[in-house]
C-alpha cells in the first residue's frame, strides 16, 4: 500500500528552481514529521530537509536554497527548490521521519520518488 506520492521533478538549467510535492495518507503520515530525501546516481540516499511542527531542519548543502513547507489540512509536504546546480541532480522521495540519534531517520516503506535533473 503506498502511502506517499511524490511529484513535480523534470529537467532543469543550472539556476533554475522547480517544486516537488508530495501527498501522504495514513496514521504514520499524518501523525510523524515529514523529510524530503535524494539519491544520486551510484550514492547513497542522503537527507535533503525535514519538518516538524513550524521547525525546519536542511543539509547544509541545501540550506538558503531550498524550503520543506506542509499543508496539514491538504496532507501534502513540498520542497521549493531554487539556484538549482548540476549536483542537485538525483531521484527524490519524501517520507515520514524521526530523529534517532540526532539524525532525521525514515520510518516508512519508501515510495517511487521523482526524478530531478540540473543540466550545466
Known amino acids: 500500500q503506498v502511502q506517499q506520492v511524490e511529484s513535480g521533478g523534470g529537467s532543469v538549467q543550472a539556476g533554475g528552481s522547480l517544486r516537488l510535492s508530495c501527498e501522504y495518507s495514513g496514521r504514520t503520515f499524518v501523525r510523524a514529521d515529514m523529510g524530503w530525501f535524494r539519491q544520486a546516481p551510484g550514492k547513497e540516499r542522503e537527507f535533503v530537509a525535514a519538518?516538524?511542527?513550524?521547525?525546519?531542519d536542511y543539509a547544509d548543502s541545501v540550506k538558503g536554497r531550498f524550503t520543506i513547507t506542509r499543508d496539514t489540512a491538504k496532507n501534502t509536504v513540498s520542497l521549493q527548490m531554487d539556484s538549482l546546480k548540476p549536483e542537485d541532480t538525483a531521484v527524490y522521495y519524501c517520507?515520514?521521519?524521526?530523529?534517532?540519534?540526532?539524525?532525521?531517520?525514515?520510518?516508512?516503506?519508501w515510495g517511487k520518488g521523482t526524478l530531478v535533473t540540473v543540466s550545466a
Open positions: 517520507n515520514a521521519v524521526d530523529q534517532i540519534s540526532n539524525k532525521w531517520t525514515a520510518i516508512a516503506p
Open positions: 519538518i516538524k511542527w513550524i521547525y525546519t
